[in-house]
């Protein structure tokens, strides 16, 4: 079957740090993206992780452990047009994105 | 330049009409994508199309039928529409070759039935 979980909601301070957490249990895996969905708007591409490890791009890492079925996506210094949703997703063996639920992130001056 | 576009934004209809959804994609992608995306903001897959061959077909009522005249058009067909057909359907295209390749999505179509 296919499991992918991830908190459902997170609040965080304008400047500080946050920490979303994803874990997956899926019969096919060819990789973990993270994608931002501001309300109302379509799903965009932050990052992809294949390896473990960190990948960093600006303000947003994201981290791979594959023997854990684990990643996070980190957000620095963050600024009020970070809130919005989280979604983790895994690609599957056809090709197609495996979706969580989406964490939904408030940022607070 | 969109690279995803899908129309309409916005689609208010009765229950029992049936409605089309329109996707293209300037990318060059060879794959394009249906996703739901319910009241809890879960994005779910419906269909898959490789090269206009369908590749996935989740569990999703036959009143759905996808149609793709060529690799750069996915469009979405819906019988018989019911209240819990309401929601948010994202069209969305990637290269398969390639499985660091991101899905692009479109802006979404905003379905109410009433």
């Known amino acids: 079957g296919q499991n992918i979980d991830q908190p459902t909601e997170m609040t965080a301070t304008e400047g500080a740090i946050v920490q979303i957490n994803c874990t997956y249990q899926?019969?096919?895996?060819?990789?973990l993206f993270w994608y931002q969905q501001h309300a109302g708007e379509a799903p965009t591409f932050l990052s992809y992780?294949?390896?473990?490890g960190l990948e960093e791009k600006g303000r947003f890492s994201s981290f791979l452990s594959r023997s854990k079925g684990y990643s996070y996506l980190l957000l620095k210094e963050l600024q009020m047009k970070d809130s919005a949703s989280y979604l983790c997703?895994?690609?599957?063996?056809?090709?197609?994105?495996?979706f969580g639920k989406g964490t939904k992130l408030s940022v607070k001056p | 330049d969109t690279a995803v576009s899908q129309t309409p934004k916005y689609l208010v209809t009765q229950m029992g009409n049936d409605k089309s959804i329109k996707c293209e994609q300037n990318l060059g992608h060879d794959t394009m994508y249906w996703y739901k995306q319910d009241s809890k903001k879960f994005l779910k897959i419906m269909f898959s199309y490789n090269n206009k061959e369908l590749i996935i077909n989740e569990t999703v009522p036959n009143r759905f039928s996808p149609k793709s005249p060529d690799k750069a058009h996915l469009n979405l067909h819906i019988n018989s529409l019911e209240l819990g057909d309401s929601a948010v359907y994202f069209c969305?295209?990637?290269?398969?070759?390639?499985?660091?390749?991101?899905?692009?999505f479109g802006n979404g179509t905003r379905l109410t039935v009433t």
């Open positions: 992780n294949v390896l473990d």
């Open positions: 899926t019969s096919g895996f060819n990789g």
């Open positions: 969305a295209s990637s290269q398969v070759r390639g499985y660091n390749s991101p899905l692009h």
């Open positions: 997703a895994v690609r599957g063996s056809q090709g197609n994105l495996i």
